[in-house]
């Protein structure tokens, strides 16, 4: 399949078990999950709209077209291969599980279109989005349980209850990294770091000051910090910047890192300690980057398709069959090894979990009370989703982080782990295990 054309997009898209009973409000019916149900002194009476004898529809809004249709396929092969492997198994309940999915474009107004869609008119009684913060306010008003791939602050906050981010965040994966270049060495102590950050589709610039404050923690002196997204084309004039800053570490923060490390390349420099950061964790994104993203750090979120850094499990052995079956164009390095498959392949486990919980009666508000009741909820290919709760989301947290090689008989980058699992060292100063969520709280606000 041809990557280098239609992932020069993905990150920006991207950047673009406990059980818990059920206590609800009595509330006057309408058609939106959450508020459809009968309620009495015992609990709902009936299952909300969406849930039928026969299925339970699951609604996404994802890019299908364009350039970034690619991570479109991926959110959806990862989630149709997960139900397919359950509806396989007899469904929930009996229930076979229908995820209707609608294309967005990259369009935030259509976006928004899709969610009230799947909403008003198929009634779903959950949602899937890439990173739908323009449709957060309404999934809030109607109070559907909703995936997303986190990042920013909005999905991280306690303000939207619903909301649950399945992959990671921008300031804790960049403390992680942080902690990771310590213990491979990188870290000196007065090392100079740039930072080049996206405040575009998805916008980072909210963490600016924590993420700057991360690196002083260790010592470091961040001696610029740039905009750059993929419109602007070109790095060249970054590269003399921080050429003529003596820059030691490159922070990369945006999408277009790679442009950067091409126009290091075509002007002979890069840093003396090296560069790379969250963004830089998708294998398709580094393959654009060619030979020159040798050495480019990036992390992941879950495991290799071997099972590295740990041990190879029942768990990848299903999660490989499941999408042979059913999502057989992600049986490829470039998509078993995605932070989008590996996080959307989790949070399907995580929805199929809290359906099921629900027995014969299934409504939106026991699925959400279910999710933000787990603790060290295991996945199998990822690490543990530590914490769901409104005001703790911390999703699997932990990472592990490793340095691009290219291959140049393939033309493709890999990389393997070069450390364990760890989370950040800085949780404690930041405020302890909920921090993301305190920081995002301020941020949002109420």
């Not at 997009?9 to 309408?30: I, M, Q, S």
């Not at 002194?41 to 339970?56: A, F, L, R, Y």
Request: some cysteine; proline content about 6%; charged content about 20%.
């Amino acid at each position: 399949m041809t990557r280098r054309i239609i992932a020069l997009l993905f990150v920006a898209a991207l950047l673009a078990g406990a059980c818990g009973g059920r206590d609800e409000d009595e509330a006057e019916p309408d058609n939106s999950p959450g508020s459809a149900t009968e309620t009495s002194v015992s609990g709902p009476t009936q299952s909300d709209p969406g849930v039928t004898d026969d299925e339970i529809l699951v609604g996404a809004s994802v890019t299908l077209s364009g350039p970034t249709g690619f991570l479109g396929e991926e959110v959806t092969g990862a989630i149709n291969a997960y139900f397919g492997m359950v509806n396989a198994e007899g469904g929930i309940n009996g229930r076979t599980l229908r995820l209707i999915t609608y294309d967005d474009g990259g369009d935030a107004g259509q976006l928004l279109a899709n969610i009230r869609r799947l909403v008003e008119e198929d009634q779903v009684v959950s949602l899937v989005t890439g990173l739908g913060d323009v449709a957060l306010d309404y999934i809030d008003q109607h109070s559907v349980p909703t995936l997303t791939f986190g990042v920013s602050p909005t999905s991280f906050a306690s303000r939207y209850e619903t909301v649950f981010p399945i992959v990671g965040n921008a300031l804790l994966w960049t403390q992680e990294t942080i902690a990771g270049l310590d213990e491979a060495g990188v870290i000196e102590d007065g090392m100079r770091v740039g930072i080049i950050y996206d405040n575009g589709l998805i916008d980072i610039s909210p963490y600016l000051d924590a993420i700057q404050e991360s690196w002083e923690n260790v010592g470091a002196e961040v001696v610029t910090v740039d905009p750059l997204t993929l419109a602007t084309g070109t790095c060249d004039s970054l590269v003399l910047k921080y050429r003529d800053l003596g820059v030691d570490y490159w922070d990369f923060q945006t999408a277009a890192w790679y442009l950067c490390v091409q126009a290091g390349d075509q002007q002979g420099f890069e840093p003396r300690l090296g560069w790379g950061g969250w963004p830089a964790s998708v294998p398709t994104i580094a393959s654009i980057a060619g030979p020159a993203v040798d050495g480019v750090w990036g992390g992941s979120n879950g495991d290799q398709p071997d099972g590295a850094p740990r041990e190879f499990t029942p768990a990848h052995e299903e999660f490989l069959a499941a999408l042979e079956e059913y999502a057989p164009d992600l049986v490829d390095p470039a998509h078993l090894d995605s932070p989008a498959v590996l996080g959307y392949w989790a949070g399907a486990k995580l929805m199929v979990d809290a359906l099921e919980a629900q027995g014969d009666i299934v409504t939106a508000a026991g699925v959400t009370e279910w999710i933000q009741g787990v603790e060290d909820y295991e996945i199998g290919v990822t690490p543990p989703i530590i914490s769901m709760a409104p005001d703790c989301k911390t999703g699997s947290e932990v990472v592990w982080i490793g340095q691009w090689e290219w291959d140049d008989a393939t033309e493709t980058a890999s990389r393997v782990p070069s450390t364990d699992y760890f989370s950040s060292p800085q949780k404690e100063e930041f405020g302890g295990e909920c921090f993301l969520t305190a920081i995002s709280d301020e941020i949002v606000g109420d």
